[in-house]
């Protein structure tokens, strides 16, 4: 039994891989700014797991919360996330995720942690130069989020180069599943899909992009941080596939014939109207070779299940 702390234990991926060391029998520490019903109820139900309520940018409350509990190691997730969000906060964006990101690794330096997996992005790289791209694929981030993540892997590979740490930066793509909190696809399909509303969308049907169901992000996650040691410091968890907005659609609608879904060609535009810049499928041969991770949701059987959750009311 390892004691595992995990920053931004309250939000979606942050839950999940706290749900997931809990059950296999891990001490699990959730930071995060505010509690979530769903971190209760498996508080609740499971004495393994603790709430710490703080900031990830106060650095009192960081070192204190490290010095005190004493992990064996940091899953570090608490971030703002997505592109629209550090497009209405870029000061926030980078006060949260890379001045809270340092506050972690100086916390761990200064109290002997030695390893920290990171959930990064693949908003480091910017727009794909291919279909389907690895991890050597440049770095030309754009907007907020995904500079900030880019520094944030930056500032890792120096504090693993100057105190000999271990920091693991785990590259997902648009991870969705049960409790997704953002309103964007394929959560607003599925929600429509599962409550006979009407849902056409003007755009978007040719963007291509890697889903990752929450249930393989959390698997690549653990993975990561179970292998007792490392070749790589970066690893993409996806499912090295990346279906368009239209085949998506169509799959829901073969789910539920009922379902009253459409979407128009053309890029996809996120709900302030900002285009996506071009993506693609993350190689994920290093992850399995490295890691023996093996996606087990498809885009189909991944749809199926986040649809099932949510008529079950878990969506």
């Known amino acids: 039994m390892s004691r595992i702390l995990i920053t931004g234990g309250a939000g979606f991926i942050g839950f999940a891989v706290a749900k997931a060391l809990s059950a296999r029998g891990d001490e699990v520490i959730a930071f995060d700014i505010a509690r979530s019903p769903r971190l209760d109820a498996e508080i609740a139900q499971h004495k393994n797991i603790e709430f710490i309520q703080g900031e990830l940018t106060e650095w009192p409350q960081v070192v204190g919360l490290v010095q005190s509990r004493k992990p064996d190691a940091i899953i570090h997730c608490a971030a703002v996330v997505g592109v629209t969000n550090s497009l209405a906060s870029p000061i926030g964006t980078f006060r949260v995720n890379v001045d809270g990101s340092l506050n972690v690794f100086e916390a761990m330096r200064l109290c002997g942690v030695r390893r920290v997996v990171n ?31 880019y520094a944030v892997e930056r500032l890792a590979c120096d504090y693993v180069t100057a105190y000999a740490m271990e920091i693991i930066n785990v590259r997902t793509c648009w991870v969705y599943g049960p409790g997704l909190p953002r309103p964007r696809v394929p959560k607003i399909l599925i929600d429509a899909a599962a409550t006979g509303q009407k849902l056409h969308l003007l755009g978007g ?29 970066i690893y993409h968890i996806a499912t090295g596939e990346a279906p368009s907005l239209s085949e998506i659609v169509a799959m829901i609608k073969e789910l539920v014939p009922s379902a009253d879904l459409a979407i128009g060609p053309g890029p996809y535009k996120f709900i302030d109207g900002t285009e996506a810049i071009r993506k693609g499928a993350l190689d994920i041969t290093r992850a399995r070779t490295e890691l023996d991770y093996q996606p087990q949701f498809p ?15 878990l969506g």
């Open 205 to 233: 049907g040719d963007f291509r992009v890697d889903h990752v169901y929450i249930d393989d992000c959390v698997s690549g996650i653990l993975k990561a941080l179970d292998k007792p040691t490392h070749r790589y410091d």
């Open 119 to 149: 959930l990064s992005s693949e908003e480091t790289y910017g727009a794909f130069e291919k279909d389907k791209i690895d991890e050597t694929h440049p770095n030309r981030p754009l907007k907020p989020y995904g500079i900030s993540k």
């Open 299 to 313: 885009i189909k059987k991944g749809l199926a299940a986040y649809l099932e959750a949510t008529r079950a009311g």
